[in-house]
């Protein structure tokens, strides 16, 4: 009788990384790869915070195929070659942004030269470089042998073999950001990838072909919701979807089983999220409120600007509705646009102050590869790119000639957008606090349960950020905004009496590291790296 022995086929595993860090500053020597120091408190000297953000399109691919996975999350390069070198069937490059594209390059030529068979994947809005022709593009498309341009998961289940209409599984790690050394966590899910909106500017409408891809349905992002609010670290969850609210019957789903759900009361259960003037424009800020809705980014984009999702209500009485009611907003401005001169500028400069986002997001108008503007100053000849580079490829960049503004004056018109903001309306974390107690005096009496338990959730932000406010009175950008606080000061005192032994040694503290990094900003205000991780799904080594 004969035995044969039985081969065991070996598995084939899949290493994703992000790009390999140090990373760079932007001229003006904030982090790239910080969202709240880089974009979101750009430009508030002492008071930016800092914050580290996942990658997380890496962590929910590696959930959600069937194969051993390795992901790495910004790791010197000289780790990535180490991880190379134990040996993998598929390299898989999150392709983030256009100006990583150098980096990218050097991980594709190492990978190849360490392992000739591997087969490299780039998936990210960075992508859409690599059909260019500004740089050595030729080289890095001959050693890619997939890209993925579009939804992630289904593509790599479609590679490998796995079902690809299985449900997606969404585990990321926390995301956090500090002021002044006092860490907040918060968590994230990804509801929905693409936009219909169809913006001329917008890279994700491009990325997506104008399509919406549906990741939760209301009942799963309900569950996930519930089951974040659970957590010690973090009592709220930034939704990706965005227009969040432009589909009205998911909408309506999901409200209706946030409503019929005794564990989400709008005091626990809470999460911010994309919309525009004009979906938002449907519901009343007490909708939202019972929504669990508690931060919106929204375009302002420019009050000269006739884009269909700026229709709808007043920006400005719709963004003091907002606040009145306790949410926090995120406005994103843009400098630049074909119908800017040197007078309306200003005017628009003006309009944005007044708006009062409590973060903000200034930036140049930027063409992308792909969009409709890029192509219209591509046939129009407007785009420069004498000496060009991806590298020079970022929100805060001029690569395009300008109708009725000098090219080199862009930069100076972001910035003095983002001191304006500062020195009238003072930095984000005062007006987190003005946002808290005003959401705080808002729903305390209200005949609705329900809705009161939204005041003690306000009640505990504004116990939380009092202890900044005197440091902001003492160096605050303006007299203004130093009369601000203290009058924020006298307001939490009258609502909710002198503050605790902690409150007080908090606030002591804080004006200390303010000072500091008054006096001493080389020492306080440097730049951070991102930490690097290894994460390991499905039993790879």
Known sequence: ?????????????????????????????????????????????????????????????????????????????????????????????????????????????????????????LGGYGVVCVSQDFENEKELRSLVDHICHGEGVRFMRELLGDPVDAPIQERFPTTRFSFFGVRIYFDNLLA????????????TSAFFQRKKIQLLSPSELVE??????????????????????????????????????????????S???????????????????????????????????????????DVREFFASLHDAGISTIGSFIVGWDFHTSENIVED????????????????????????????????????TEGFTWKGFHLYANIHRHLHLPDDSIQRWVLETQNRIFEVNGPSILKSFEVDMLGYRKWKDHSDPKLQTRASFHKKWCHRTYMALAAVARFGPSEIVRKKARAAILEYRKEFGPPSLVQHIGSLWLVTVAALSFYFPSIFCRSFQPPFSRTVYRGAK
Not at 192 to 203: L, S, T
Not at 237 to 266: G, K, M, Q
């Open 1 to 121: 009788m004969l035995f044969f022995p039985v081969m065991k086929m070996k598995k084939k595993k899949i290493l994703f990384t992000s790009v390999y860090k140090p990373f760079d500053t932007f001229e003006d020597g904030t982090p790239m790869m910080d969202l709240y120091a880089g974009r979101l408190t750009k430009g508030q000297g002492i008071f930016t915070f800092r914050s580290h953000y996942p990658a997380l399109p890496l962590f929910l691919i590696a959930e959600n195929i069937s194969i051993p996975a390795v992901v790495l999350e910004n790791p010197p390069l000289r780790a990535l070659r180490k991880e190379l070198e134990k040996g993998y069937d598929y390299l898989a490059i999150h392709f983030a942004a256009s100006l990583f594209y150098d980096r990218v390059l050097t991980i594709c030529k190492m990978a190849k030269e360490i392992s000739p068979s591997i087969e490299i994947i």
């Open 192 to 203: 929905a990838v693409g936009c219909r909106a169809g913006c001329e500017f917008c890279a």
């Open 271 to 313: 999460w911010g999220g994309f919309g525009s003037i004009s979906t938002l424009s449907r519901y009343s800020p007490e909708e939202l409120v019972r929504m669990g809705v508690r931060s919106l980014w929204i375009g302002i984009e420019s009050k000269f600007s006739d884009l269909p999702k700026r229709q709808g209500k």
């Open 349 to 384: 400069i003006d309009h944005v102050v007044e708006v009062n986002p409590t973060f903000a997001q200034i930036s140049s108008l930027m063409p992308c590869p792909e969009t409709k503007l890029w192509d219209r100053m591509k046939k129009e000849g407007r785009l420069r």
């Open 224 to 269: 996930h919701l519930k089951e974040n609010a659970r957590k010690n670290k973090s009592a709220f969850t930034w939704v990706f979807d965005e227009d969040f609210f432009s589909e009205r019957n998911y909408v309506r789903e999901f409200a209706s089983l946030v409503a019929a759900d005794p564990e989400c009361l709008p005091g626990k259960f």
